[in-house]
């Protein structure tokens, strides 16, 4: 659903095969490139930017921030940024990158915002034209390409529950057919008596923000023809520029 973390769970990605040198691109529709840069350097000092601006303390970390900024540039990730992308650019983009500099995976957020000129009069067409586009250049160029999409009407009565189904993406379920796995996101806590996990309210998820709380994000990752594979929590460190670690018996650090 909106809000519960796809960019920073793919920035997170990002950040961290960049510091492998694995090289990457990504389309950023509803971010500049001057946003994402500013998180993944958040990710690399461990920083709180958000914070920190609010208490007036940027300016004590300037060294540890233009250091950090300095190793964000040298990582091998091509970020665009537009608005509203056609599939025949991104097939362009990313195949130039894939001679130029050998890059492994590719980050679509949000692929709702790619379109087809020869389907641009059906959204049905269109969406299904766009997955098997997405699915035969990863094939072509032998890359990874995560994408990110919202569900379409989420269910108020599911609250409770920790994950989402894939069929409830939004749109046709070509994006489902088409992609290789899905993962949902969703904010957790734990349940009554400490067993399970629930997902989170609005005003937990606020509360927890605002103090620094650890947040847990479940990954529940579902593979197409193979049913449900792995509900795995992630332990989301706002006051660590949110960078994001496993954690599969639910504590911090684990």
């Given at each position: ?6 960019s ?67 990582y091998?990730i ?14 362009g ?16 957020d ?29 094939k ?23 994950w ?8 046709s ?41 650890p ?40």
């Open positions: 659903k909106t809000g519960q973390f796809k920073m769970f793919c920035q997170n990605i990002m950040w961290r095969l960049g510091r492998q040198g694995i090289p990457g691109a990504a389309f950023t529709t509803e971010m500049t490139v001057a946003q994402v840069t500013e998180r993944l350097v958040q990710l690399e000092a461990g920083l709180n930017f958000r914070e920190l601006r609010y208490q007036r303390e940027m300016f004590r970390y300037e060294k540890q921030i233009m250091e950090a900024a300095a190793d964000i540039e040298n091998p091509w970020i665009n940024d537009r608005s509203l992308l056609d599939i025949g650019f991104i097939k983009f990313l195949a130039r990158l894939k001679r130029s500099e050998g890059i492994a995976y590719a980050v679509v949000l692929v709702d915002h790619v379109v087809s000129t020869r389907y641009k009069d059906s959204e049905t067409k269109n969406e299904q034209f766009v997955a098997q586009q997405l699915k035969q250049i990863a072509e160029l032998d890359i990874g390409i995560i994408q990110t999409t919202h569900v379409a009407k989420p269910d108020r009565k599911a609250i409770a529950h920790a989402i189904d894939p069929d409830e993406m939004k749109g379920s070509s994006k489902s057919q088409d992609a290789d796995a899905a993962i949902s996101l969703v904010l957790v806590k734990h349940g009554e008596m400490g067993v399970g996990w629930e997902a989170m309210t609005r005003d937990e998820r606020m509360d927890a923000l605002r103090t620094g709380e947040l847990y994000l479940m990954a529940a990752i579902t593979k197409n023809r193979s049913g449900e594979m792995a509900d795995i929590p992630f332990i989301v460190n706002v006051n660590e520029g949110a960078r994001m670690m496993p954690s599969l018996d639910g504590r911090y650090g684990s």
